[in-house]
């Protein structure tokens, strides 16, 4: 759409002296001396944005037709010993704005339809800053987090970080969970996304500031070290939260190219892990595969998790515990089973294979920039240490993660390293006959603080590019696959995996978070979501029989079903309330298919927040416990402890409770208060 630039240096108020075209001052700026404005609005139909320069600070304005939905303060860092910066037109093509510091920063604001793209380019600063107002609006999106609200709340601060993949379990207040995407939207219909790669940092709320702040810096773990600092993102107003992400679908990010393995959609995934550990043999994989069979239950595949490995890193069977598991894996599958197998892109440094990975000349990890060049004439190398290599060796990066005190993380932007750890697990597929694999890690906090990555990608890119290119790389196995990490790749037809939950009951990534991060997920762009294991990891505890009830009941609606914890620990009632979940759930599996299917059209998530009927319902907008499975089926799941009632709230328009059929329809937007929802009911409306 063709927007048109409105020039306006107005007086806020009437004591102001304006001079000609140019500024207006106030004679009461900061203790007698005049405070200078400019003012300049770039609009079209929808949208418009007005910066504003109020002596040396700069400010924003962004509004759709009828409302202001951001507000907020650029360049929040630059001393004021720079002086008022100019602010001007952008000659070039009249559809935007310049802000500039001569000599020190100059920001571009250009529009392309309902949105704004910023650009800084800044010189001799340590770092540049543009932040928002929070407000009093409501904010979705944003990174997975240890402790996970949706919308967002103002109380869980996060100070200044790197804005990248990480696994929070190690550190929640350094690093974001597995899927990092710097997108946002608000109940205003206010928008914010991060689409090129850049040595970003974050901060919400940080010292009860009431604001979202992005920054760049060049500092680790980032890699660049110019002393020009480029920051770009665009700002954009719609009509509402719906209609932003609705624009931003298929724009910002691409649509998914296909949907993950429909089974996976239909019947449970039955992992070892929680209930085992790395406690595992044949024998108990077998049992546990006849146990499951024996209690009546359908499978989706088995997946054989952690220490089937030699070594971790060999990608190779341990014999003393696995004496032929190409005839388990047979065994398993005349059960009705797939079979599917954990892998990690670690090769701790006592395994078989890492000195072939290691050293020239194939150098298959992340590399340390320390390198030494090796020729066969005398010199370093000398001798055929490396055989006839001859070139540029790198010293191996090393990293620490929780199999391993010393490990190479392979190096998945390096196509030859990809090739040689792809092939493994093709070699894997065809001797021993595993279907597909969940793959784990992949996030950058994993990466050896000095790094090298390859130069086919720009080092603004480093190093949140290694979880793209990780994912990009096992999505080539097929639609069968999980992982935990996504950055840029929600066009990949694979599901996307919550991060571990903790077998308790909060929204510090227990069963609350099961809700909140599933819709964050949706938000953001991953509609094939995989929630974590019914119950929990039992890291510290085993989940409550309550707890694990509980966790059946919400994760019936949801794409998919992962269950370790075995209900046969509890007693028989459990063992039947998880056949009746597991079914239902296999009863609304065409729905979730249609819905995928739906996701490649037009990204729109399968769970979707409530207020997706009707974004302009304040109430919908802040509950946090209910969610839809498309359009027409609202889950409203007990959370609490102990609970068994609760209040629901239905929006817009017709619901019949499936649980009293004979019972007229309830007109919504209306709360249904202390609903009742004994321990084996899970609360569930159906939009007629």
């Not at 063992?575 to 296999?586: E, S």
């Not at 068994?644 to 004979?662: E, F, I, K, M």
Request: net charge negative; with cysteine.
């Amino acid at each position: 759409m063709k927007g048109w630039l409105l020039v306006s240096f107005l007086a806020l108020c009437s004591d102001f002296t304006c001079y000609g075209n140019e500024m207006c001052e106030s004679p009461g700026y900061a203790k007698g001396e005049a405070e200078k404005k400019k003012e300049i609005m770039v609009e079209s139909d929808l949208a418009g944005i007005v910066v504003e320069v109020v002596g040396s600070d700069v400010y924003f304005t962004l509004e759709n037709e009828h409302n202001i939905v951001m507000q907020g303060m650029l360049g929040v860092n630059i001393p004021t010993i720079f002086g008022q910066p100019e602010l001007t037109e952008d000659g070039s093509d009249g559809n935007g704005l310049i802000v500039r510091w001569p000599g020190l920063a100059e920001m571009v604001i250009k529009q392309d339809d309902i949105c704004f793209e910023v650009s800084w380019v800044v010189h001799e600063l340590k770092y540049i800053e543009d932040c928002i107002d929070i407000g009093n609006s409501h904010w979705f999106g944003g990174p997975e987090e240890l402790v996970q609200h949706f919308p967002m709340r103002k109380e869980n601060i996060r100070n200044r970080v790197p804005y990248l993949p990480g696994d929070m379990l190690q550190d929640a207040n350094k690093y974001f969970g597995g899927v990092a995407e710097p997108f946002w939207i608000n109940s205003l219909g206010g928008g914010l996304v991060v689409e090129q790669e850049q040595p970003l940092f974050y901060s919400w709320n940080q010292d009860n500031n009431d604001k979202l702040c992005l920054s760049v810096e060049h500092s680790l773990p980032y890699v660049l070290k110019s002393p020009t600092l480029n920051l770009s993102y665009k700002m954009c107003a719609a009509q509402d939260a719906k209609s932003m992400f609705q624009h931003a679908a298929g724009l910002f990010w691409e649509l998914p190219q296909d949907i993950p393995d429909e089974r996976m959609m239909t019947h449970p995934v039955w992992s070892t892990w929680a209930q085992y550990k790395a406690e595992i043999n044949e024998s108990v994989v077998m049992q546990f595969a006849h146990d499951i069979v024996d209690n009546g239950f359908d499978n989706s595949q088995l997946e054989i998790d952690d220490n089937w490995e030699t070594c971790y890193g060999d990608a190779t069977f341990d014999f003393d515990k696995f004496p032929d598991p190409a005839r388990m894996v047979q065994n398993i599958k005349n059960l009705g089973f797939r079979v599917t197998l954990w892998i990690h892109p670690f090769i701790n440094q006592e395994c078989e294979s890492f000195s072939l990975a290691a050293f020239p000349p194939n150098m298959y990890f992340v590399r340390d920039p320390k390198s030494k060049e090796i020729t066969n004439d005398g010199t370093f190398g000398g001798g055929g240490i490396f055989g006839d290599f001859e070139g540029t060796a790198y010293l191996p990066g090393t990293t620490l993660w929780w199999q391993g005190f010393t490990a190479g993380y392979v190096d998945f932007t390096n196509d030859l390293a990809s090739q040689w750890w792809r092939d493994r697990l093709e070699l894997l597929r065809s001797e021993i006959g595993i279907d597909s694999f969940k793959f784990d890690a992949g996030e950058s906090n994993w990466l050896p603080s000095s790094l090298l990555l390859d130069p086919k990608y720009p080092e603004s890119s480093w190093p949140a590019v290694f979880s793209t290119a990780y994912v990009s790389a096992v999505a080539q196995f097929g639609n069968l696959v999980e992982v935990r990490t996504g950055r840029h790749s929600q066009h990949l037809p694979i599901f996307v995996r919550m991060l571990d939950k903790f077998s308790t009951w909060g929204y510090d990534n227990g069963l609350k978070s099961m809700v909140t991060t599933l819709l964050q997920f949706g938000i953001v762009g991953y509609p094939f979501v995989l929630p974590d294991m019914i119950g929990g990891n039992g890291y510290g505890n085993i989940p409550s029989r309550e707890l694990y009830i509980r966790w059946l009941q919400v994760n019936a609606f949801m794409p998919a079903v992962q269950i370790s914890f075995v209900p046969w620990q509890y007693d028989q009632e459990v063992v039947q309330h998880a056949l009746n979940m597991t079914r239902l759930h296999a009863q609304y599996a065409p729905t979730i298919i249609s819905l995928a299917k739906q996701a490649l059209i037009d990204g729109t998530p399968i769970n979707r927040p409530i207020w997706w009927l009707d974004p302009s319902d304040q109430e919908a907008l802040r509950i946090d416990d209910e969610f839809l499975l498309g359009d027409n089926l609202l889950i409203a799941p007990v959370l609490e402890e102990g609970s068994t009632s609760r209040d629901v709230y239905l929006p817009q328009g017709d619901w019949q409770d499936p649980a009293n059929p004979a019972d007229e329809a309830i007109h919504g937007p209306v709360w249904i208060r202390d609903y009742h929802a004994p321990l084996f009911v899970v609360p569930y409306f159906v939009r007629i």
